[in-house]
């Protein structure tokens, strides 16, 4: 079974539900606006799963069950990249 490929904007990496932010990396969860998702409505506020692994080209993140094409960061994500230089 393929993965849908659903775009994720306005995105941040968390480590955990409590929203402390984190490098992009496997183990992370991704949170942020998802679109054309097959079963999520539109422009709804998730958390991803676990990240398994990291396409930096193409900018795809893949967790479990779903790839997600990487969009605009948030900008307090953004902020926070390039205070820490966590950036990828």
């Known amino acids: 079974m393929q ?6 904007e306005n995105w941040a990496v ?4 409590t929203m402390s932010y984190q490098k992009l990396k496997p ?3 991704l949170v942020g606006k998802v679109f054309g ?3 999520i409505k539109e422009a709804s506020f998730i ?3 676990p990240i398994v692994s990291i396409d930096t080209n193409k900018r795809v993140v893949e967790t479990k069950n779903t790839a997600y094409c990487l969009g ?3 900008d307090e994500y953004t902020s926070w990249e390039q205070t820490t230089g966590a950036a990828a």
């Open 3 to 8: 993965k849908p490929l659903v775009k994720l």
């Open 14 to 17: 968390v480590r955990s539900l």
């Open 27 to 29: 183990g992370s969860l």
């Open 37 to 39: 998702h097959p079963r």
């Open 47 to 49: 958390f991803t799963s």
């Open 72 to 74: 605009e960061a948030s």
